[in-house]
C-alpha cells in the first residue's frame, strides 16, 4: 500500500530530470539570500571557518571566528603559538584539540606547499590535514570553483523528499546530484536546499502548504 502510494506520487510528478530546473528556479527566487551562512573575508578565513564549522552550528563558529580573525590573519600566525593557546581561541567550536590539530597541519602544508595560499582544485584541498571532501566541496564552491555537490544534512532530507536520490549515503547521493544538477548551479544548489530545509521543509515539519515546489515534489502532503 505505502510503496504504491509512493509510485503513484512520483508519476504525479513527473521524472526527476524534468523537475530539477523548475525546482532550482523557484527555490531561487523564494530565498534569494541563500548563500553561505559562514562570515569571512579572505580564502584562508573561508577554509579556517570551514574547518571549525564540522559537528557545530554556524552561528557557533561566526561567534569564534569574529575574535580570531583579528588575531591570526595568516598561515604563519597559526603556528606562531603554542597549539594550547589555539586550542583555547578556538575552544567554543568543540572538538578543539583535534580542530587545532587540522588548522595546524594546514597551515604548515600551505606554507610548505602553496605559497600560503588556498588551493582551489578538490583534490588539492583534500589533501590538507584533518579537510575532508565535503569541506573541500565547501570552500571549492565558495572560491568559484565547484567540483562537486555539498551534501549535508538538509540537502539529503531534501534530495530524498524530491524524489532526485533514493540513496542514504553521502558520497552516493553526491553521486546522483551530480548526474542530474546542471554543473553550473553545482555551486547554488546545496545553499537552496539548505534554506529551504531550515525555512520550510524542516526536518519534523515540513510546511509543504507554504513550499514554492510542493506541485513537483513527491512528498508534499497538500
Ligand atoms: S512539498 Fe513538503 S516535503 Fe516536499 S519539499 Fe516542500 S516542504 Fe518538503
Redo the contacts with the bound molecule.
Sequence with gaps: MARSFVKEARKRVGPKRLRIRPIIERLAAAHPDATIALRSRSDLELLVAVMLSAQTTDVNVNRVTEKLFQKYHRPEDYLAVPQEELERDIFATGFFRQKAKSLRGTMKMLIEEYDGRVPRQLEELVRLPGVARKTANVVAAELGTPQGVVVDTHVRR?SQ??GLTRQEDPVKIERDLIRLVPREDWGRFPHLLIWHGRR??IARM???HE?A??DL?P????
Excluded at 512528498?219 to 497538500?222: A, G
Aim: proline share 6%.
Design positions: 531534501l523528499r524530491l520550510v521543509c515540513p510546511l509543504c513550499c515546489v510542493n515534489c512528498s508534499s502532503r497538500v
